[in-house]
């Protein structure tokens, strides 16, 4: 077999340090977003001579790095955000995970990083959960959201690609990211700052557009709001996407209007909200969207939802949009009809309670 194709037999080290069945079920009664990690985590090498090896589950803990590490100075590293979900039954599921495997690639592809074969992907996953699964939660709204992230291990301050990369699968049990739960999110729109640009990578899952976005998201929390809406580089006037979230626009037709752009994250949410919608008959939209388009149409009555889509926030209502100078909608704005019923569907397939006829699930 070709290099890249080789099956991966994983070494796996306990961590003999893991935590207690007690201090496990404090920390999943109320686990927050990003603040918790399992005991294990995944672990492959890949080198330009080698391809991928050495793959291996071993215990959580601190990656040794020299200090000129490629990714300490150039930001070469790619990431995915993805979740495991217990159902009813006790099993483990992840949603759309072939969906984020090729998006790695992608990623993988515009840092100039080696693309992990797909199967390499869903096998680490499994390795992973086959240790940590008694760390999937089971309250309704929890899950263990799953951080693949590969990146430029070889020490040098040349610039160009690295030929040693480590990829790592860590494990983190999630409730809501907001802290208001499912309650409407206002959000500030960025005019001083883009996020990324024609030709660069903001359609890549790559720390740099999320290093772009701190500044903006800080200016946003300084004027009350919970995520930064984006707009186009070129004019500043179309919409983007949020901080770390996509946006879809409700019409009062009930057709669903999101942003087409080069220079956004491709949303396996947002794609699989636009199918449910469609599965309904709806109609949808990927197309320029101008932020005086969401004016007019909040004022007209023709928009009448808005929400933002991801896996951490999975589908958040929005209730207004605050600029420096207008704003749009009202900051106590209920939620969205069809936005918490698309919610619910959503939700019920990756909980298991509503059938998954897109076969999205994969069991873990
Ligand atoms: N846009 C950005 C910048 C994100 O960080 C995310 C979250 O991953 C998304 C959009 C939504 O992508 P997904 O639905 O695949 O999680
Ligand atoms: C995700 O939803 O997976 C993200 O990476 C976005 C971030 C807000 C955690």
Sequence with gaps: LPMATRPLEFAVTRNENAKTPEERDAILAAPGFGKFFTDHMVDICWSARGGWHRPRVQPYGPIALDPAAAVLHYAQEVFEGLKAYRHADGSVWTFRATANAARLQRSARRLALPELPEEYFLESLRQLIAVDADWVPSAPETSLYLRPFMFAKEAFLGVRAAEKVNYYVIASPAGAYFSGGVNPVNIWLSTQYNRAGRGGMGAAKTGGNYASSLVAQAEANDNGCAQVLFLDDVEGKYL?????????LVYKNGTLVTPASDSILEGITLQSVLQLARDRGLATEERRVSIDEWRQGVESGDIVEAF??????????????????????????????????????????????VEDRHNWMLRL
Aim: glycine share 12%; with cysteine.
């Design 240 to 248: 983007e996407e949020l901080g770390g979230m996509n946006i879809v």
């Design 308 to 353: 933002a889509c991801g896996t951490a926030a999975v589908i958040t209502p929005i209730a207004q949009i605050k600029a420096k100078d207008f704003t749009i909608g009202e900051a106590d704005a209920p939620a969205g009809e069809l936005t918490m019923s698309l919610r619910d569907e959503l939700t019920g397939i990756q909980y298991g309670r």
